[in-house]
């Protein structure tokens, strides 16, 4: 039986998405968390936005789930993406090595909290 892991947040102000991770993540969850943003970026109809994902309360992410992640943000990378930034640990920051599609392809800077990561974002407006 499949069963969805992770739970995930999206909220929009202006023209910044914000997502909240919590838990650990498989590749249904995963799903959902980018079948999220992409209606959402759909719904921009080719204007700018920024992204915000705080991961602070994400566990983990399987294989499966990374790979999933690689290619959404493969395809991100050709949507009208302004700037991405991540809220994580220092620790958790080394799954990143894992989806190379976002290190390689998009505007994006890792951050501790959420205060610093929107004054970083709202500098691209």
Known sequence: MNIELGE???TVDEKI????SIGAFNA?????????IKTIVNNFQGQGF????????????????YQ???KFNKWLTN?????????????KGMHLVNT????????NKLFD?????????????
Request: aromatic content about 6%.
């Open 50 to 65: 920024s992204i915000l994902i705080n991961n602070l309360e994400k566990s983990g992410s399987t294989p499966e789930a």
């Open 8 to 10: 995930v947040s999206i």
């Open 17 to 20: 998405i914000f997502v909240k």
């Open 100 to 107: 190379p599609a976002r290190i390689n392809n998009q505007q």
């Open 79 to 91: 949507q009208n993406l302004i700037a991405k930034a991540m809220v994580i640990t220092v620790k």
């Open 28 to 36: 249904l969850g995963t799903k959902k968390y980018t079948d999220g």
């Open 113 to 125: 909290n959420e205060g610093d990561a929107i004054k970083w974002l709202e500098s691209f407006s």
């Open 68 to 70: 999933a992640l690689d």
